[in-house]
C-alpha cells in the first residue's frame, strides 16, 4: 500500500476491514465505535503535527456514537449517505456534504444506506496529548 499518494480504489481499503469496540470521550465517557474503519496508522510525520486528517469509513449499519472533540473538526463526505448529528441538528448527508464540529459539541454518525458512508476529516489533535483521543478502552 503506497504511503503518500492514494487513487479512490486505495483510500476505500482503509475502511474494508470493519470492526466494533469502545472508546474514551475527552470528558471521560465511553461510546462506541461500530462496523467502522479507519486508516490502520498515522500519516507519516502527522503523529508529531497538531493537525488530524484522514478517513473514515462505515458499513452499512456503521454507527459512530455521539462524542466530542476538544478543537474544531470538518468533515467531506465522499462516499454513500447517512445521517450526521451535530449538537442538536441532524441531517440525511451524501457525497459532497460538508459537516463542521465545534470544539466540545457532541456529533453522532451512522451508514443508513447499503453501501460504504465514507469521509476525509480534518482537525486539531488534543491539546493533552494524555487526554484519551479516542483510545479503545476494554467492553463490559
Not at 474503519?37 to 469509513?57: F, K
Not at 462505515?58 to 462524542?67: D, L, R, S, T
Amino acid at each position: 500500500m503506497p504511503k503518500y499518494i492514494f487513487t479512490q480504489e486505495e483510500w476505500m481499503q482503509f475502511g474494508s476491514d470493519f470492526t466494533s469496540h469502545t472508546l474514551l470521550a475527552i470528558d471521560g465517557t465511553n461510546y462506541k465505535y461500530i462496523k467502522g474503519g479507519a486508516m490502520e496508522n498515522l500519516l507519516p510525520g502527522s503523529e508529531t503535527y497538531d493537525r488530524l486528517v484522514g478517513v473514515n469509513a462505515f458499513g452499512p449499519g456503521g454507527v459512530y456514537e455521539a462524542h466530542a472533540h476538544e478543537t474544531p473538526m470538518y468533515y467531506l463526505v465522499v462516499s454513500g449517505s447517512g445521517i450526521m448529528r451535530v449538537g442538536n441538528e441532524e441531517r440525511v448527508v451524501g457525497v459532497g456534504a460538508w459537516i463542521y464540529t465545534p470544539p466540545g459539541l457532541k456529533h453522532y454518525t451512522e451508514n443508513t444506506g447499503d453501501e460504504i458512508f465514507a469521509y476525509v476529516f480534518f482537525g486539531g489533535n488534543p491539546f493533552d496529548p494524555k487526554a484519551g483521543f479516542h483510545q479503545p478502552v476494554k467492553d463490559q
